[in-house]
């Protein structure tokens, strides 16, 4: 027989595989931004560029903290691509805009999410592509008997620039909490 906590525990790796993608409570410079430069990309005018593009990573995270703490699947989705894909460990991967909303509604119906989002890295490989590392903490409350579980995950996000906004491409994570 499967222990409530085992239950909870489950239901809070798949809230955090559909969620962690977790947004920013702390963006300082010297510990959070990682940015790959070629040798050319020592001008002014280049750092700026690339500290506006790191600023709208960080925005989009902060966008999905929120959303998922107000429960808006509306919010959460449209912050992804149309061909996003979920990875969350011991759960379907969803693939596709579609599973994406669908997963969310799931999780949203099931779990209430209280999350914080520290970004450890980001790093702009290109124009349109880059990856943020961060690491999330908080609860996660069964909404059918109000239980609560610790949660505390590692968290890595591919974002793809299109039309001109960063969007949540590509969502893994890992938990570091140790196993019951």
């Given amino acids: ?39 050319s990309s020592n001008s002014p005018r280049r750092d700026r560029f690339e500290a506006q593009q790191h600023a709208e990573i960080v925005g989009v995270l902060k966008s999905y903290e929120r ?22 460990p011991g759960a379907p991967t969803a693939v596709g805009i579609d599973a994406v909303r669908a997963t969310y509604t799931g999780i949203f119906q099931a779990l209430r999410l209280d999350l914080t989002f520290e970004v450890a890295e980001v790093n702009i490989v290109s124009s349109e592509w880059a990856f943020l590392r961060s ?17 505390s995950n590692h968290e890595l996000f591919v974002l793809h620039r299109i039309h001109g906004c960063w969007k949540l491409a590509r969502y893994g994570f890992s938990s570091v909490l140790p196993t019951a």
């Fill in 67 to 88: 959303a998922l703490a107000a429960s808006d699947v509306t919010g959460v989705v449209r912050l992804y691509t149309d061909d996003a894909v979920l990875l969350p």
């Fill in 135 to 151: 690491a999330s903490t908080g609860t996660v409350t069964t909404l059918a008997d109000g239980a609560q579980l610790a949660s």
């Fill in 1 to 39: 027989m499967t222990s409530r906590r085992t239950v909870l525990r489950k239901s809070a790796a798949v809230a955090f595989g559909a969620t962690a993608l977790g947004a920013v409570a702390s963006a300082d410079p010297a510990e959070a931004q990682t940015m790959r430069q070629s040798p």
